[in-house]
């Protein structure tokens, strides 16, 4: 799985989500009949105009169909721009982001304590650093 820096988040003039990423280019990702795509001029994903769903439901779908279909994880850093977005809107979404990685440190801390218990360690005392990393199982079982 690759990981890429999202480096826009916003609502366009046409009210649909999209997400830049940095290097990824996910121009075939119609092909997953998920409702979401690729603008190849502005190099964003993009969402339609919500109807049903929230612009969280959209973010969540965008990110996550990156992740099972395309092999990548999109992940936010300080450098992220938040062009038309609600305060609200921003921390659901800061907060689902923090939320995963709590969740990936709780798998890797659950396999890994024993055997080396200082890395985890600084792992979870550091995991406000560890957000633009791709947290994996760096070791062989």
Known sequence: MTIDKILEIGID?????FIKPDKERFTLIYRTATEVHWDNNGLFLFSPKPKEWTYFDWF????GVTETECSCRLILTDETKWTNISDELKRQITDCQKSSLQNKLDELEGKWSK??????SSWRNN?????ALNI??????
């Open 127 to 131: 995991r406000d650093k560890l957000s």
């Open 13 to 17: 003039e046409k009210e649909r989500l």
């Open 136 to 141: 994996r199982q760096p070791f062989a079982s």
């Open 60 to 63: 969540r779908q965008i990110t």
């Open 115 to 120: 055997k080396y218990p200082v890395v985890t």
